[in-house]
């Protein structure tokens, strides 16, 4: 195939070498590849100017067709698979909507209280740590109790309040804020609180993904749910 495509160049008044160099030196946003036009435009052409006493041997007409074809089809199953791929990734309105009225676990500093009282949450480390706090506060950013999850690996930890302060007494309902301390033998261990929250609405823009409203936290982007209850 490459020795007809330089023959088909060459009866053009194209030298093969120079057009390779013309192309490399082309800017990186140009095409190097053909497409099926180019090779009709090129099949047009090789027929156009064939020598009328040794025309195109019909074996190579043939293979050339074959070949516009498969560069066709190939086209064609990347474009759809494409097509697949966005739709599989993608959360469609239907799916977004069915978050309202539900409680996701995603990153956040403020929770409220469950109704038969306390909050649950989480806590994602980057690395291991030997020993992780969970300080919560009240409305007036005094602190009520504090949770000592111990050493933890990487990862996502549990936590479950029983919405007691540290002598015993009712917290209430909240809302709290949720701080995090982890350490690995001193050393601070990055880390992040996850809260579970209710989502009270949910945001379907003309262009880009679903966005949920979660009280407390604001507009969370569907990709930030880590768990749903």
Do not use: C, H
């Amino acid at each position: 195939m490459a020795s007809t495509f330089d023959s088909t160049l060459t009866s053009l008044g194209i030298n093969a070498s120079s057009t390779a160099a013309a192309n490399a030196a082309k800017t990186s946003s140009t095409s190097s590849s053909l497409g099926a036009s180019d090779f009709l435009k090129l099949m047009t052409a090789q027929l156009n100017n064939q020598d009328p006493f040794s025309p195109t041997d019909n074996t190579q007409m043939v293979a050339q067709l074959a070949q516009i074809s498969s560069t066709s089809g190939i086209a064609e199953m990347g474009t759809t698979l494409k097509a697949i791929q966005d739709k599989l990734g993608a959360t469609s309105a239907s799916d977004a909507l069915a978050y309202v009225g539900r409680t996701v676990l995603t990153e956040g500093s403020t929770a409220y209280g469950r109704s038969a009282g306390g909050l649950a949450g989480a806590v994602e480390l980057d690395k291991d740590a030997t020993d992780v706090t969970v300080s919560i506060r009240d409305a007036n950013g005094q602190t009520v109790n504090t949770l000592s999850l111990g050493a933890q690996k990487a990862g996502t930890a549990s936590y479950d309040w029983n919405g007691k302060t540290s002598s015993g007494e009712d917290a209430g309902a909240g809302p709290f804020t949720v701080s995090i301390d982890a350490a690995n033998g001193g050393e601070a261990v990055s880390s992040r609180s996850l809260v579970w929250a209710p989502v009270a609405a949910v945001s379907v823009p003309a262009s880009g993904a679903p966005v949920l409203t979660v009280p407390g936290i604001g507009q969370v982007a569907v990709s930030a749910v880590r768990q749903v209850g």
